[in-house]
Nanobody, 123 residues
């Protein structure tokens, strides 16, 4: 069974850090792109970051550049998202998603999705 499982969400004060993980099972992350998306209450889902194992490129949404870092953990078939200097507006449910090939900002082209993990940033 193909699965993506996110972990690492939680409650953190503004300025703090969290590290999200996206673990894949049932398929290899080789030659895939893993994207992190988030959805806040009342807002549309938005792309946050993506890493492509096909060409090694990393992408970040403008509001998280310099604060978030996406990385591969090849041995664990896992992708992590290190989130530093968290802001109130980072509060959302974070999802990881996988697709073959290259990164895309459009969630609709990702085939596999995790169940999501809640990130809440408090003042």
């Amino acid at each position: 069974e193909v699965q993506l499982v996110e972990s690492g969400g939680g409650l953190v004060q503004a300025g703090g850090s969290l590290r999200l993980s996206c673990a894949a099972s049932g398929f290899s992350l080789d030659y895939t792109a893993i994207g992190w998306f988030r959805q806040a209450p009342g807002k549309e889902r938005e792309g946050v970051s993506c890493i492509s194992r096909t060409d090694g490129r990393r992408y970040y949404e403008d509001s998280v550049k310099g604060r978030f870092t996406i990385s591969n953990e090849n041995a664990k078939n896992t992708v992590t998202l290190q989130m530093n200097s968290l802001k109130l507006e980072d509060t959302a449910v974070y999802y990881c998603a996988a697709r073959s090939g290259l990164c895309s900002e459009y969630g609709s082209v990702y085939r596999y999705w995790g169940q999501g993990t809640q990130v809440t940033v408090s003042s």
